[in-house]
């Protein structure tokens, strides 16, 4: 493998082909064709079979990977800059990057599994067209079709497993909710209204489930949300301010130091 290879595809893998430096400079996606794979990711344990997708962002750990012996996938690597650069949205590259820290693993329908397949071999083409006189140009635009694609499918998971949390306990109700919605919404008071109970019954709720208050949720939440914002430098300090409902720069500057002990412009100078 070409040590700058910016994207790798294999169609049936059957074996761990995985680059040495998988978890730090690429990217992984991986759709299941037979067999099954365990790995803990996150902390977490999971099993994938047979029909469903995993989507790894480089940089989080992967560890304890196991294969079944009838394992068999199509297997897609895309360098982690190639993908960060030509993000088309920066509010769905939070959600796509939300979700699949919480849920690596998709269960796609047959429509979305093609579109899955499809998209892994239009961009691994694009990529090996490299005397094409405008092979930059055109595989930064593939790779922005490859994401919008792709995060489509993730929105089509989350709408599946919001309809599944309505019914579920006012707990996961108000965490899927604080999920939506703590880009912009930072008080206890909007989620209690929208499970129709007061600020004190949520914070109650809360600490029985996890020992954690209702406000520490949101924090953590939109603290994740900011560190991705933060990390994007096609956007200034001023534009994500207007971008979570802040008032002023200012507002925004004292809200981020509280969370992550230093200002935005801070952040940015020590990554």
């Known amino acids: 493998m070409p040590e700058k290879q910016k994207v790798i595809l294999y169609k049936t893998a059957s074996t761990a082909q995985f680059p ?10 991986i759709y299941c064709q037979s067999g099954s794979v365990k790995f803990i990711f996150n902390g977490q344990q999971y099993q994938s079979k047979k029909g469903e997708f995993i989507f790894w962002l480089a940089g989080f750990k992967v560890s304890d990977l196991s294969f079944s012996k009838n ?33 690596p693993i998709l269960h796609p329908d047959k429509e979305d599994k093609d579109k899955i397949l499809k998209n ?8 090996q067209e490299t005397n094409h006189r405008f092979y930059e ?5 593939q790779m922005q079709l490859f994401l919008l694609e792709m995060w489509h499918i993730f929105e089509d998971e989350l709408d599946r497993r919001k309809r599944s949390l309505q019914s579920g306990t006012l ?7 604080v999920q939506e919605h703590c880009l912009k919404e ?35 939440n939109a603290k994740e949300r900011i560190i ?10 001023s534009e994500i301010a207007d971008e979570m409902d802040f008032s002023s720069r200012s507002f925004f500057t004292r809200y981020v130091k509280k969370l992550l002990g230093v200002t935005p412009k801070e952040y940015r100078e020590r990554i």
């Open 71 to 103: 394992f068999k996938a199509t297997m897609l690597f895309v360098d982690r800059d190639l993908l960060t650069t030509n993000l088309p949205s920066a509010n769905a590259s939070i959600d796509s990057v939300i979700h699949s820290k919480e849920n």
């Open 228 to 237: 991705l914002l933060l990390q994007n430098k096609n956007l200034n300090i």
């Open 171 to 177: 707990y996961e109700r108000f965490l899927s909710l």
């Open 186 to 220: 930072r008080e206890v008071q909007f989620y209690s209204d929208k499970l129709n109970i007061t600020p004190k019954y949520l914070n109650y709720i809360c600490k029985v489930n996890t020992r954690i208050t209702a406000s520490e949720w949101i924090q953590r």
């Open 137 to 141: 140009e055109m595989l930064r635009l």
């Open 20 to 29: 040495e430096d998988f978890q730090t400079r690429f990217h992984t996606h």
């Open 120 to 127: 892994f071999q239009l961009l691994y083409d694009k990529s």
